[in-house]
């Protein structure tokens, strides 16, 4: 088993990411330059939270040309397991593997602290060692998270359960003033339709070790390892 | 030999018109034996501006202490470095960005934030964490300020935090502390001082030293304009009047982004071995880097212009000498090995570009189209510019009435509220809520959560604690004094979280020292600096100096900020500010065992009193002196409260400092979900000295009650008095003293008073940054 964190210019969570899956958890883990054009060898892959080319032009707008995303398109088609976190979210809605869109966060300013998620959906490979309805403690730290689609867009997630996560109060329950960014139905987090790839606006990869305010985050990554280790019989 | 570019004939008048003095001009053409060209007088204006040269500040500078064994590089390099174990070090220093904050407040503050973080990584290490010692004007009561002035200090705030958050969240370093000061000095000419953390490998740092004749010189980075031309000069060297909006030109642009490639790149290439020497373009750009470098390393350096990436053309060789463009840097590399380092360099989309070599004749030598535009000895340059002993008298005194007691048995309820909602004691969470404080996950403690910022240093046991202080109400009314004190807060609320004060950087903001007055300020404020970092044993490892803080022939108050770093040998012994637990005792530490304020006397309590945050924010006095200070009393403290943490026998500790007790006390409850002090003091002195008078030498913690004998036992060992105060409770807040209630209100109408302040305060509108991510 083997995870790939991409590294474009501007990734700032690259080493975070990488210190959850190859510290914390103890799973080889490595590095992959946006230049690259293969994702050979590994069997999942993570995009990094930052700011991608500077976020010039609009999130993850130049990021999705990178060479990297080809592979990255062509490994998620495939089925491989695909996570964005924060600005890895943008840059796969940029690159159309992800629906929606984000806006500016209503308060119109960066936004920096702990926020609670509930666990939407146990159907994909970062979510599936949670218990249904499951509430994280995982910090956000974004400007634009205010997640949006289509009307008709937004049915079809809550259809096929594309939305994985939704921002709410530390108990759970579903609550407006939970939202930090004014999201579109206190979204945090979507996946495709197959589920094999999903992005999310907090950073459960900044939440892994009490030490550091939460380990909430880390049944995102431990779902990745049950996934690919059930997977890993039928593959070999 | 190249002719010599003589096409400008310049004149005293030039050099006048460039802030050099006749003997300074004198001086230039003596180094030089002949009158300079216009490129070298441009190159000697800006090394000798004070921004550069230190030419007031040098003399007094030398009584600081800043030897030590935990000290690896003192002042003189680009950071200081302090030993830190396990073959690392950590690299930090302060620095100021006041006037570009001014001018243009987001750039102004996103390229002071840059700057520093340059020089971090310079050296070779990895910036891990940034805090910001911010001044600015009143923004909340009407009656402190003109309308138009409130506004636009609320104008101020906003770009600055802007600029902070918009630099440090893309470069991705953590915002993690600080403080935040409001003063009516400070409206016409805010502060904005940044200091930055770095860790490196013992083994893996790099100085700004050009070695070894022929190799290469090379330009790495952002291209070169005209912007940020005389900002040295110009900008951080003279004082401000009606006009100086239009300085705007001279503020530099950040681009975060070009600064996190600039990292990435850079610390890949002085891992590969091919790098001798680096320095960041700072202030006076390619000047400064290519003359400092080459008077460390004793050596000379050779240039040409015409090789220099550019970003507009038709620049003269005076104007790509004095660029401030940002993120750019100038590295010494291995001959033979500068193509290894410009495909590196291009893997990360930068330009690097050898510009020239180092040479043994000691000259900085500046070419362009075959023509030699400047020619200077490179270490007279750097070495032998002016030196001020500038005249130094007392301003007179303050004759400002003191203020009263309020009669004993007054509720002091309202008196606490005001403190509590005054924008310098209320919470700063609006503020660093729009700061990454969390990127790079070590962040044990970040903004609120101790007295100091922790972080953790992965791969080791270990973490490093960061404060900054500087009371400028109390330094105008005593420089000295007040100076100690910023060392000793600073000092203390790192030994608050647990760690050991291990050394010092300041940033020493003050008017026009070539006012007497001023030059007396700023030569007691470094004497009590001095006095205070050799009694806690924290050496000054760098910092700067920054003068001409005044608009309009008005100085702010003189506002040292001190920085101090703390070591915490165990990083999970570190120890936050709030209360953790029901029922847990509540116990004032006072280390001034000698002194006790019932002993100081009425006279010299009331006139202590004047200068406290509460008697200005409450009773409208700001008079008086600053506190009396025992340093040995903050050195003891210090020690007790450094062992009691690693013994695991405190629940939570939080320096007293502004507002005195009752701040601290309530503090201490806020965040926590309805925990709030219940305590019972008792004294001679008057009721509201007891409740809000800021002496120093005391922190507040809370202790499961089984452990207070070891605690006491602990505390007895470094004579630190041990005064059981009352109990952690649930949703009322009480002080009584002598038995009579002082203090009582529900804990939730505090916090809510608190947390909300600085948000009402602001009336808070949209921000005009550029923010994305």
């Known amino acids: 088993m083997k995870f790939g964190v991409v590294v474009f210019p501007g990734s700032n969570c690259d080493h975070d990411a990488y210190h959850a899956i190859g510290n914390v958890l103890g799973q080889p883990v490595e590095f992959i330059w946006h230049q690259s054009s293969t994702l050979e060898g590994l069997d999942a892959v993570i995009l990094p939270g930052g700011f991608a080319y500077g976020d010039y032009l609009r999130t993850g707008a130049i990021a999705r040309f990178s060479p990297v995303m080809g592979a990255v398109e062509r490994f998620a088609r495939s089925g491989g397991p695909v996570l964005g976190i924060c600005n890895g979210f943008q840059i796969l809605m940029e690159a159309g593997l992800l629906p929606g869109a984000m806006l500016r966060n209503r308060g119109l300013r960066f936004i920096c602290r702990h926020v609670w998620i509930r666990v939407e959906t146990t159907g994909t490979p970062f979510t599936c060692a949670a218990r249904p309805g499951q509430v994280l403690k995982i910090p956000i730290a974004h400007s634009d998270g205010n997640y949006t689609a289509e009307p008709e867009t937004l049915r079809d997630l809550e259809r096929h359960g594309q939305i994985v996560f939704r921002y709410v109060a530390p108990d759970g329950r579903e609550d407006p003033a939970a939202n930090p960014n004014g999201s579109l139905g206190n979204i945090a987090g979507v996946s495709n339709r197959e589920g094999n790839v999903v992005g999310l606006m907090p950073h459960p990869e900044r939440a892994v070790e009490a030490a550091i305010g939460s380990a909430d985050g880390l049944v995102i990554f431990r779902s990745l390892v049950e996934s690919l280790t059930r997977q890993a019989p039928a593959t070999a | 030999m190249p002719a010599m570019d003589t096409d400008l004939r310049v004149t005293e008048q030039t050099a006048a018109e460039h802030g050099l003095t006749l003997e300074e001009y004198a001086r230039a053409r003596q180094i030089l034996g002949r009158d300079p060209t216009l490129t070298e007088l441009g190159i000697f204006s800006v090394m000798w501006s004070e921004h550069c040269s230190y030419k007031s500040s040098r003399a007094h500078l030398k009584r600081l202490p800043t030897g030590g064994p935990q000290v690896i590089e003192g002042p003189g390099e680009n950071a200081g470095v302090v030993d830190i174990g396990e073959g690392l070090c950590a690299v930090f220093k302060i620095e100021s960005h006041n006037h570009p904050s001014f001018v243009e407040p987001f750039q102004g503050a996103a390229t002071g934030v840059g700057g520093i973080l340059r020089d971090i990584f310079t050296m070779g290490a990895r910036p891990i964490a940034v805090l910001d010692s911010l001044r600015f004007g009143p923004i909340g009561e009407p009656a402190e300020a003109a309308p138009e002035l409130v506004a636009r200090n609320r104008r101020l705030v906003e770009g600055v935090i802007g600029g902070i958050s918009f630099y440090g969240n893309c470069f991705g370093v953590p915002t993690v502390g600080g403080e935040i000061g409001f003063e009516r000095c400070y409206s016409r000419n805010p502060l904005v001082n940044v200091l930055a953390l770095g860790i490196a490998r013992r083994d893996g740092l790099f100085l700004a030293q050009a070695h070894g004749a022929g190799n290469p010189v090379v330009y790495v980075g952002a291209r070169t304009g005209r912007d940020g031309i005389h900002g040295a000069s110009l900008l951080a060297s003279a004082e401000f009047n009606e006009q100086s909006q239009e300085k705007r030109p001279n503020v530099q642009v950040g681009d975060p982004f070009m600064e996190k490639l600039l990292l990435e790149a850079c610390l890949e290439a002085m891992a590969g071995g091919a790098v001798v020497a680096i320095q960041d373009m700072g202030a006076a750009g390619l000047t400064c880097s290519t003359a400092e470098m080459a008077s460390r390393g004793q050596a000379g350096i050779e240039i040409d212009l015409g090789l220099v990436p550019r970003r507009e053309s038709g620049m003269t060789p005076y104007e790509v000498m004095l660029s401030e463009s940002q993120e750019r840097m100038l590295l010494v590399a291995r001959r033979g090995r500068e193509s290894e380092l410009i495909e590196l360099f291009k893997k990360w989309g930068l330009d690097a570009v050898a510009i020239g070599q180092v040479t043994a004749d000691g000259m900085l030598r500046v070419l362009e189209g075959g023509r030699v535009v400047a020619e200077i000895p490179a270490r007279p340059l750097c070495e032998e510019g002016p030196v001020y002993a500038r005249p130094a008298a007392p301003p007179p005194g303050s004759q400002a009435p003191l203020a009263e007691f309020a009669l004993e048995g007054a509720n002091l309820g309202a008196g606490l509220e005001r403190v509590l909602a005054s924008p310098a004691v209320a919470s700063k969470r609006w503020v660093w809520e729009q700061y990454d404080t969390m990127v790079r996950t070590n962040t044990l403690l970040g903004p609120g959560g101790g007295d100091a910022a922790v972080l953790r240093?992965?791969?080791?046991?270990?973490?490093?604690?960061?404060?900054?202080?500087?009371?400028?109400?109390?330094?105008?009314?005593?420089?000295?004094?007040?100076?100690?004190?910023?060392?000793?807060?600073?000092?203390?609320?790192?030994?608050?979280?647990g760690a050991r004060p291990l050394a010092a950087t300041n940033c020493l903001n003050f008017g026009n020292p070539e006012k007497p007055e001023v030059m007396w300020q700023f030569s007691r404020a470094v004497d009590g600096i001095a006095a205070a970092c050799l009694a806690l044993g924290t050496p000054i490892t760098g910092g700067n100096v920054s003068f001409y803080n005044e608009?309009?022939?008005?100085?702010?108050?003189?506002?040292?900020?001190?920085?101090?770093?703390?070591?915490?040998?165990?990083?999970?012994?570190?120890?936050?500010?709030?209360?953790?637990?029901?029922?847990?005792?509540?116990?004032?530490?006072?280390?001034?065992?000698?002194?006790?304020?019932?002993a100081a006397g009425r006279a010299t309590l009331a006139r202590e009193f004047s200068s406290s945050e509460y008697a200005k924010t409450h009773l409208g006095v700001v008079a008086g002196a600053p506190p009396a200070i025992d340093l040995a009393a903050e050195k003891r403290l210090i020690d007790a409260l450094v062992e009691l943490a690693g013994s695991r026998l405190l629940r939570s500790a939080h320096d007293v400092s502004e507002g005195g007790l009752a701040v601290t006390l309530a503090e201490k409850g806020f965040g926590t979900g309805g925990l709030a002090a219940q305590v019972e003091l008792e004294g001679s002195e008057p009721a509201e000295w007891a409740v809000f008078g800021e002496r120093g030498a005391r922190a507040v913690v809370s202790v499961d009650g089984r452990q207070l004998a070891r605690l006491s036992e602990v505390a007895a060992k470094y004579n630190v008095k041990v005064l059981p105060l009352g109990r952690v409770a649930r949703g009322e807040f009480r002080i009584a003293f002598n038995g009579r209630e002082a203090v009582r209100a529900p804990a939730a109408d505090l916090e809510d008073l608190w947390t909300n302040a600085l948000a009402r305060a602001l009336a808070v509108s949209p921000p005009r940054s550029r923010m994305n991510g």
């Open chain 2, 551 to 598: 608009t309009l022939g008005e100085p702010i108050d003189p506002t040292p900020i001190v920085g101090i770093l703390g070591l915490l040998e165990d990083a999970e012994a570190a120890l936050g500010m709030r209360f953790r637990q029901e029922g847990d005792r509540i116990v004032l530490l006072d280390g001034d065992s000698a002194a006790t304020a019932a």
């Open chain 2, 457 to 497: 240093v992965k791969g080791t046991r270990r973490a490093l604690a960061l404060a900054t202080d500087g009371n400028g109400r109390w330094c105008k009314l005593d420089p000295y004094v007040g100076a100690m004190h910023a060392v000793a807060e600073a000092a203390r609320n790192v030994a608050s979280t």
